[in-house]
Each structure stands twice: as structure tokens, then as C-alpha cells.
């Protein structure tokens, strides 16, 4: 069973102002990715990390910015949020290695922005 | 450009009926395909990985196949927990990232 926990689960916010999304996992992982996903589309990568110090922007242009200075913590920050920015965000994690290990996620934050 | 197409888009079917979804992927070398399940609010819950044609993954009442173009996720007797989205994806050669398709939502009727 994977461990990876994100919060909060539901955000409605207004506009322009700060977020930070949680994303923490347990098991030791030293890969982690952001997905966006609207509903009934798609997940597509936004985000993904191989380890401590290292971020890499995925396919979908974000304007969110993460960070990694702990293994298990790999947070995504909107400095000021728009309407646009509505929408599922997903962190999942993975081994490291030869790299085609299954990746596991969270439950996701469902983020509203008035 | 690595696409993957998954069809139907919805399927609806009743509790012990026996089915298949399709995964129909273009990529440029086949590091792995996976297969997940979600449920409504919840993220993707892995189920398998694939690594090459002919390869074959069973869990419970699924069953997962690969050839060279496609995979299929077959559901044999299903009962109505079997409800969810399934999503296919693929990872290429030499890519970290996974391509996901829209996914088949799969309702068990009763």
C-alpha cells in the first residue's frame, strides 16, 4: 500500500492570493511528479523531481514553481492564484532506479479559485 | 509523439457480464505501460505494469495484456466495486515521465 499524502484535499480560494499545495510520502521515494487533471481529461505532468535539489518543469506549462529539500516533502507553490489555476493537482512518487517503476499517488487537492 | 487512446470512453455493464477495455498506444520504444484505477475523488491506484508483447498481468477478476500496439484490460464477472475509471499509460524509452489516455469509465450495474 503506498503512502503518500496530500493536503489539503479541497481549497477554494480567491484570487491572487498565495498557495501552497502539501505533498509528503513515506517510502523513501526519490522520485516524485505534479499532475494536473480537470475532470475527465487526461493527467498531465507539470512538475517532477529525481531527488533532493532537483526540479524539472514536465509537458504542461504551469505557472506553479516546486521545491525538494527533503526526501519525502515535494510541495507546489501558486504565488498568486487565478480562475485559470482551477482544477485536481495529483503527487505521485517512485522509485528510483532503471526507472519504469509503477508510480503512486495521492488523493489529490481539488483547488477552486473565485 | 507518444499518444495513448483509450476506448470506450464509458461502458456500462451488469454485474457478471465479462468485458474488455482497450489501450491503444504509439511510442517511441516501450519502457512500460500501466494500468490504474480511480475512483470518484480519489487518485489513480496502480494495478499493473507491462514491459513487453505478449506479457500477461491477472489481479482478482482482471486480466491485463500486451501486444506491440495495444493492451487490454479484460474484467471477467465483475460486481459492482469493479466501478471506477480505468486509465492506461506509457512511459518511453529514455523518459521519465508517464503519457497518459483519458480513460474508460466502467460502471457495474447490479
Known amino acids: 500500500e503506498a503512502d503518500i499524502y496530500q493536503t489539503p484535499r479541497y481549497l477554494v480560494i480567491g484570487t491572487g492570493k498565495k498557495i501552497t499545495l502539501e505533498c509528503s510520502q513515506t517510502m523513501g521515494h526519490d522520485k516524485m511528479y505534479w499532475y494536473q487533471q480537470d475532470p475527465g481529461m487526461e493527467l498531465h505532468l507539470i512538475h517532477y523531481?529525481?531527488?533532493?535539489?532537483?526540479?524539472e518543469k514536465g509537458d504542461l506549462s504551469s505557472e506553479s514553481t516546486v521545491s525538494r529539500i527533503r526526501t519525502e516533502h515535494f510541495p507546489l507553490t501558486l504565488e498568486s492564484a487565478r480562475p485559470s489555476h482551477t482544477s485536481q493537482y495529483l503527487c505521485a512518487s517512485s522509485e528510483g532506479g532503471r526507472g519504469n517503476q509503477p508510480q503512486h499517488f495521492g488523493d489529490g487537492t481539488r483547488l477552486s479559485i473565485l | 509523439e507518444d499518444q495513448v487512446t483509450q476506448s470506450p470512453e464509458a461502458l456500462r455493464l451488469q454485474e457478471g457480464e465479462s468485458s474488455s477495455l482497450n489501450c491503444s498506444y504509439t511510442?517511441?520504444?516501450?519502457?512500460?505501460l500501466f494500468w490504474y484505477r480511480q475512483d470518484p475523488g480519489k487518485g489513480p491506484e496502480f494495478l499493473f505494469t507491462l514491459y513487453s508483447a505478449g506479457e500477461e498481468k491477472e489481479k482478482e477478476r482482471l486480466k491485463a495484456t500486451l501486444t506491440k500496439k495495444e493492451s487490454f484490460l479484460h474484467i471477467t464477472a465483475p460486481k459492482p466495486e469493479d466501478s471506477a475509471t480505468y486509465l492506461c499509460?506509457?512511459?518511453?524509452?529514455?523518459?521519465?515521465?508517464?503519457?497518459f489516455g483519458q480513460g474508460t469509465r466502467l460502471t457495474i450495474n447490479p
Open positions: 511510442v517511441s520504444g516501450l519502457r512500460g
Open positions: 523531481s529525481y531527488g533532493v535539489n532537483s526540479t
Open positions: 499509460a506509457v512511459q518511453a524509452e529514455g523518459a521519465q515521465k508517464l503519457v
